[in-house]
């Protein structure tokens, strides 16, 4: 018997079923069933670690099959339910029933295999959690927050700290810094981590649907709106909700949404009785909200209601220590991603690295490392590898030369070495970029070299 992970699919589809089971069967070990009763019984006469279940079923709905699942087998599997687009909003509400990720139709293979691997990832770690002692929350990993210098061990541990407390948390930081990161890392360290976690990103979300996004619609509130639906609120009830810039809401959205953070009910679009809601909010921003509410532009109410639990994300150049670690990683992911062989980075590009003066931070050390990967033509990531901007490069290099303790010789030195590390030792580009002839560069490494230093190039 093939071995690997077991998996229930629950599709009524034939075409659906068939490229299920041709994809997965690589994989795992699949049963296929056509409907709701079907996969109970399945589940009954012997367990799966996971379950794909399409929401649409014919008798038996998809949800009450979850709940069922839930509820009624002895060690349930880890349930991803799949959805058409159409159900977006069924789709969410299953995760506050129990499943762990969802698919809307129509999803690519790669979308597939990605969300199943993170649900049984999920399943592996909560049944490691339950058949060991508990441990104190420092020893828990922190997902995809890499980083072992002390501002970030400064972060892990407030962020553990305040995982299972209540108050609303405000995310600061640049972008690109990893605040999304972050907010995930509250959910799942906290007791809402088996609710659901909703992220909406305010900036990209028209000002005139925003509400609606939010709160809720009834059936006839405005035009178009042809059905009831529940917003983001009642949908992430149990959960975390993720405001991505917050400070993109306009005001009269603001004054609404300070009311749910204070009494913890909502009233949708067009409603008339008040809605419970058991949410814990976290709020991201990369701009100055002080100085908005100083400006009038963010309400100063809800700045304060937001601002419970501030946590700052630090910038990539205040933690250079830990562009080794994310360096390797990153490079470790694109290989894997890319199907290349994996390319290890030599100590002369982790050095051009950590020099690097990194404006779009983690987000753009990815992009640049990504880039490079695909690129490559070596064997290894040396610099003459790896694609930075190089107008940062600079910026950061003379930034890191303004220090008086150097002679004007030395910072000369120290500059031209650094171009040719940028370059990988290609004379006429360190040279186009240092504003001196190639002559004048081979004299100075001549010079150098004489000396007795180690010059690339």
């Given amino acids: 018997m093939k071995q690997g992970p077991s998996i229930l699919v629950v599709e009524d589809e034939l075409a659906t079923r068939e490229l299920l089971r041709v994809q997965l069967e690589r994989d795992y070990r699949v049963r296929i069933v056509e409907n709701g009763e079907e996969a109970l019984a399945a589940l009954h006469a012997e367990p799966s670690e996971l379950m794909l279940l399409d929401l649409n079923l014919p008798g038996i709905h998809g949800l009450e099959v979850l709940q069922q699942v839930r509820d009624g087998i002895g060690e349930p599997p880890t349930v991803v339910v799949i959805s058409g687009d159409a159900n977006v909003g069924m789709a969410v509400r299953s995760l506050q029933d129990g499943a762990s990720d969802y698919l809307v139709k129509p999803f690519t293979l790669e979308d597939l295999r990605s969300t199943l691997a993170r649900a049984l990832e999920r399943k592996q770690r909560l049944s490691a959690r339950s058949s060991t002692p508990r441990t104190p929350r420092s020893s828990r990993r922190f997902g995809g927050m890499l980083g072992h210098s002390p501002v970030m061990h400064a972060l892990k541990r407030d962020i553990e700290k305040i995982a299972d407390t209540r108050g609303t948390v405000l995310l600061t930081g640049e972008s690109g810094t990893g605040k999304e990161l972050a907010a995930r890392a509250i959910h799942e360290l906290s007791t809402r981590s088996k609710g659901p976690y909703i ?146 980075l030599t100590d002369e590009a982790v050095g051009l690295l950590e020099r690097h003066a990194w404006p779009g931070n983690v987000r753009e050390l990815e992009n640049s490392l990504e880039r490079s990967v695909i690129l490559c033509e070596s064997e290894q990531l040396g610099p003459q590898d790896l694609l930075l901007d190089e107008g940062d490069a600079i910026g950061a290099a003379r930034a890191d030369l303004d220090d008086a303790s150097l002679t004007l010789r030395e910072m000369e030195r120290e500059l031209i070495l650094r171009r040719l590390n940028l370059t990988g030792g290609n004379r006429t580009r360190a040279a186009e970029l240092l504003g001196i002839s190639v002559r004048t560069l081979r004299n100075k490494i001549n010079q150098y070299r004489h000396e007795g230093l180690s010059i690339p190039g």
Avoid: W
């Avoid at 100083?294 to 205040?318: S, T």
């Fill in 199 to 344: 992220r909406l990103n305010c900036a990209a979300i028209p000002e005139s649907l925003l509400e609606a996004e939010l709160f809720g619609h009834e059936k006839g509130a405005f035009t178009n709106a042809i059905a009831r639906r529940e917003g983001m609120f009642e949908l992430a009830h149990g959960g975390t909700l993720l405001l991505d810039e917050i400070t993109e809401v306009e005001l009269g959205v603001q004054a609404k949404l300070l009311r749910v953070l204070q009494e913890r009910e909502l009233m949708r679009l067009g409603g008339k009785t008040p809605i419970k809601v058991d949410v814990r909010v976290i709020a991201t921003t990369n701009r100055d909200l002080r100085a908005l509410v100083r400006d009038g532009k963010f309400k100063e109410d809800l700045y304060y209601r937001l601002n419970v639990i501030p946590l700052h994300i630090p910038p990539l150049r205040e933690r250079r220590e830990d562009i080794p670690e994310l360096a390797r990683f990153f490079v470790e992911k694109a290989c894997s991603e890319n199907g290349r062989a994996l390319l290890p």
